[in-house]
Nanobody, 128 residues
Framework: HVQLVESGGDSVQAGGSLRLSCAASGYDFSGGCMAWFRQVPGKQRDGVASICTRIGHSYYADSVQGRFTISRDSAKNRIYLQMNSLNPEDTAIYYC??????????????????????WGQGTQVTVS
């Protein structure tokens, strides 16, 4: 039984930084693609970044490239999203997601929410 639990969301001022964490249970990081998505009310859930849990390749949305960094700690069964230079447009609920079937996030569309089987409950990030 896979569970994903996000933490680290907060309210920050523009230009600030946050680090989100996603703890995975029931999953051993032996293969698969994990990702961060974000969603604002009334809009679709958008892919922010993804990482291949075994081989470590990472991918980013253009809007966060150079500001956000996704990483993994296989020993702790966690992924992280370091967010720097935050701006109000980054305000959203951030979700952690897992697709166990894909060895490389690049196989398929990593930023498409329907390709992921497991989701966390989300954590709110507010930038003002």
């Amino acid at each position: 039984h896979v569970q994903l639990v996000e933490s680290g969301g907060d309210s920050v001022q523009a230009g600030g930084s946050l680090r989100l964490s996603c703890a995975a249970s029931g999953y051993d990081f032996s293969g698969g693609c994990m990702a961060w998505f974000r969603q604002v009310p009334g809009k679709q859930r958008d892919g922010v970044a993804s990482i291949c849990t075994r081989i470590g390749h990472s991918y980013y949305a253009d809007s966060v490239q150079g500001r956000f960094t996704i990483s993994r700690d296989s020993a702790k069964n966690r992924i992280y999203l370091q967010m720097n230079s935050l701006n109000p447009e980054d305000t959203a609920i951030y979700y952690c997601a897992l697709d166990r079937s894909r060895y490389d996030c690049a196989l398929g569309s990593w930023s498409t929410a329907s390709e992921y089987n497991y989701w966390g409950q989300g954590t709110q990030v507010t930038v003002s």
